[in-house]
């Protein structure tokens, strides 16, 4: 009998990302063996195939399954408003300022209910997913009050139940100060620290914990103190640092061995001595760069040279990135930040898994790694990073099961 849980791909082109050294490795066609959602063989023989569900590749790419290690996908509202209004010449900061910015999504969401919440997150999620994408990382951060926060995180976790795919859950608390806390960001970071971390460790509704370190967020002394707590209950960190400003955001995430840096526009030599290291991946989010018309680049010969590892993602969100495709942002991270289509595709691969402290489990073909796989109608891997707007893909594999986008 066939049963789901073991598939045999044949004629698999394989883009196994292994290799740390430069170059693809591309196979010829060949077999790959997929049992209870691991590949357990590559090149094998074909098995006594009885039990096993068979896919023929045809000679096409098989890739890693994609991986957008930086999303606020869950949020209600829409700000094309602010999009027009920065256009007429409004800063971004200003606009924050004013209580739009953040703190208008925060409005919209704490309305919205939970299921309200996923029925507008799953568009957006279906985009990624046509894009390749296998794992999902989506931020807290547009509730601010414990019910909200909770109630964003259970909303990206149901997102499981509804399509093929994998959700990292982060929380984002300290993403900005709520509007009943104006002025008194200490004490809301109190509650962050001494309520919000803890009962979302209770539950275990993240697996890591953030903070929008920035002049118009949150200082580097208040930054470290959700490390800190966020520490304490066994959780890891990471920083969207250095995103308008040089704070030193992404110092302090490396000395805390934060899994990413993010955003990292403004990021100087010394920061990147620090991510070095730290082993702390630098991640690239080209369309937050894009939509609000940067000219500030991130460093990208300065983490070449001292071998940082550069994730790519899509920030996906309704302020500075609305965007849900990912091989959008390839292209993108090779046209506006100068990168190869070979680092484009171990930033959504290898090392945005590492960005989410996956990196032994997902983003590369090989034994004993998770089955997470996309299959693209293409013949050489630099077409992903080629072309926008013509969906290339097959099918993905998501735990050992096949899916038709
Ligand atoms: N940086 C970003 O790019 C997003 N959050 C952050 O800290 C923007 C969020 C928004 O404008 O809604
Ligand atoms: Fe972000």
Known sequence: MVTKSKLVMLNARLVTMTNDDKGYVCSDPTTLIIEHGKIVKIGAELPDS???????CKGKLVTPGLLDCHTHL????????????????????????????????????RQASEQQLIELALPRLDGLLRSGVTTVEVK??????????LKMLRAAKALEQHRKVRIETTLLA???????????????????????IPLCAKEQLADCVDVFCEGI????????????????????????????????GSELTAQYNGLSVDHIEYLDESGVRALASSGTIATLLPGAFYFLRETQKPPIELL???????AIATDLNPGTSPFADLTMMMNMSCTLFGLTPEEALRGVTCHSAQALGLGNSRGKIAKGYDADLAIWNLSHPAQLSYQVGVSHLSARIVQGELCHV
Do not use: W
Request: glycine share 12%; hydrophobic share 30%; aromatic share 8%.
């Open 50 to 56: 009885d039990g096993y569900q068979l896919h023929d």
């Open 74 to 109: 869950i949020y209600a509202g829409c700000r094309a408003n602010e999009f027009e209004m920065r256009l007429n010449g409004v800063p971004y900061e200003e606009i924050a300022r004013q209580g739009g910015g953040i703190i208008s999504t925060v409005n919209a969401t």
């Open 140 to 149: 807290s951060g547009y509730g601010l009050t414990i019910e909200d926060e």
């Open 174 to 196: 300290a993403h900005a100060v709520p509007p009943e806390y104006k002025g008194r960001a200490d004490d809301y970071i109190d509650l962050v620290c001494n309520q919000i």
């Open 217 to 248: 967020g949150f200082n580097l002394e208040q930054t470290e103190r959700v490390f800190v707590a966020a520490q304490k209950h066994g959780l890891q960190v990471k920083g969207h640092t250095e995103q308008l400003s040089n704070l030193g």
């Open 304 to 310: 070449r040279q001292h071998n940082v590892p550069m």
